[in-house]
């Protein structure tokens, strides 16, 4: 049961992939695809999985990742 | 927001101005910038501060908080500042973001004399061992056998001495009330910069003097490395030469 969930702007992401090595529960991944600035970009590939303890979006440089997170 | 129970518990912060900034991927600014904005807004002081910008890859650090701006002669950020400072006494909240060829190449006699005079200003110094606007020369915080632009075979302590450690400097002297050296290269050691930022500003907005926080940043560029290998980098070669903890605070 998913606690949370980020929510990763593309266009913002440069592809770093800091948030990729921050996360503990491994759920971030780069895209196949690429964003309009010709990067990849992180996505989240289980979002069941999430417990929404923001260090994503802590480490975050570009400020790319808001954080959800469900009540109860 | 896939559910309704959704409650944003994370977002950029107001003081940061929405727009994507120049910096690399990768590089610390944006994280030390949003720490900045997370700060700023906690203590309500956004219409009261002025960031008196450097030169080096920050210069511009007035386009991404939206806070009252200066830009400073290469390395003058901390007399610009003193002069801001006191004109205004303590109406206006004066932050200094450095870089270290700023605050300790050309800036180090303003760097030390503000700090000996005890100036009431919040210092950021950010510490990713190169000079990273210019395309990655050696700085004097550059590391030991560290490979620059100007030292492709490596930093020769003959030659060049020994990397400065700033708050080791800093902390000889009498008149700071505030010195902490932190890193941003993990999610723990970020929480504790902001901890360490957030006292430093606290202590300039209740008068009490002269704080210095040194962060310990990545430059995956101008060290030729991929970012995750630069957290790693940071962790492995900067900590150990350049321990973090607090060295005052009174």
Known sequence: ?72 | MAQDNAKLVYDRPEALVDRAHHYCPGCGHGIIHKLLAEIIDDAGIRENTIIVAPVGCSVLAYFYLNVDGCEAAHGRAPAVATGIKRVHGNSKHVLVYQGDGDLLAIGTAETIHAANRGENLTIIFVNNAIYGMTGGQMAPTSLAEQKTKTSPYGRKVADFGQPIRACEMINTLEAPVFIERCAVNSVKNILKTKKALKKAVKNQVEGRGYSFVEILSMCPTGWGIKPVDALKWVEDAMIPYYPLGNFRDR
């Open chain 1, 1 to 72: 049961m998913a606690r949370g969930e980020p929510e990763i702007n593309p266009e913002r992401c440069k592809g770093c992939e800091l948030c990729v090595s921050a996360c503990p529960e491994g759920i971030l991944a780069m895209s196949e695809g690429f964003n309009k600035q010709g990067q990849v970009y992180s996505e989240c590939i289980a979002p069941e999985k999430c417990t929404a303890c923001m260090s994503c979006a802590i480490i975050c440089p570009d400020s790319a990742i808001r954080i959800w997170r469900y009540a109860g």
